[in-house]
């Protein structure tokens, strides 16, 4: 049961990670696309 519930929190954890990963790589990309615009004006 304990083994069950440690590898829950693992993987919750895990995604938490991927999720915050995802929101970066997200946020690189819209400031790449924002960039050629800034430096158009």
Do not use: C
């Not at 829950?8 to 615009?37: M, N, S």
Request: hydrophobic share 40%; net charge negative; charged share 35%.
């Amino acid at each position: 049961m304990t083994i069950e519930t440690k590898q829950i929190i693992w993987e919750d954890e895990h995604v938490g990670i991927f999720l915050e990963l995802l929101d970066i790589e997200l946020a690189k990309i819209r400031y790449r696309q924002k960039l050629p615009k800034e430096v158009g004006r």
